[in-house]
């Protein structure tokens, strides 16, 4: 029998990659959020870090409050996956949008322009903590500002890193990645089976 997981993220996304691949896992919720509203979870950048080093930090401290919050409410030891996703364009990290507006800024700063995709993964079962780091190149062809106002509109931009969801309406606007579709959905699959067999999960 496969080993049971939690999954430190709210992301459906992330839930739908895992069930993909037939991991069994349950959700650990965090009390504000994943972005930065608990205190052991602050997701504001170091000035002066390499996206690398951010996004796998991230991943890592997610992981860790996850034991945490294991121990602290007495439920059942089972390793933590936990994972974080960001882009990198001129090196500088963009995450979510704050806001409609700052939504059609990133998307008009990605038009006709290439930018990478980080997914860093940690797991972690009190004990071990492991992590890995997926790195893609997503092309954008040129957006018009009526397409980047209808996507924004629609709501799909504002709960993801670099205000676009490839799975999602986004699809029409790539001319072509580089790397992992899931890494850049946010969950990189072989990644993520290789850091959980090494804690015991059988595929």
């Known amino acids: 029998m496969s080993l049971r997981i939690y999954l430190a993220s709210k992301s459906p996304r992330r839930r739908e990659l895992l069930r993909q691949i037939g991991v069994q896992f349950d959700v650990l919720t965090f009390r504000g959020g994943e972005r930065g509203e608990d205190p052991d979870v ?106 980047i106002r209808l996507y924004v509109a629609s709501g799909e931009p504002m709960d993801k890193a670099g205000a676009y969801g490839i799975q999602g309406k986004a ?5 072509e990645i580089h790397g992992s579709y899931s890494g850049i959905m946010g969950l990189p699959l072989f990644e993520t089976a290789q850091l959980l067999e090494g804690f015991g999960y059988s595929f």
């Open 42 to 147: 602050d997701e504001t950048p170091i000035p002066g870090e390499a996206v690398e080093h951010y996004v796998e930090r991230l991943a890592l401290t997610k992981a860790d409050a996850g034991v945490r919050r294991i121990h602290w409410r007495k439920m059942l030891r089972r390793p933590v996956l936990a994972a974080d996703t960001t882009l990198e364009l001129d090196g500088e990290i963009i995450g979510k949008p704050v806001d409609a507006a700052d939504a059609q800024a990133i998307l008009r700063r990605l038009s006709g322009r290439s930018h990478r995709v980080l997914t860093a993964l940690a797991v972690s079962d009190g004990q071990r903590t492991r992590s890995r780091l997926a790195v893609s190149t997503v092309k954008f062809r040129e957006l018009s500002d009526s397409e």
């Open 171 to 175: 699809a029409i606007f790539i001319e």
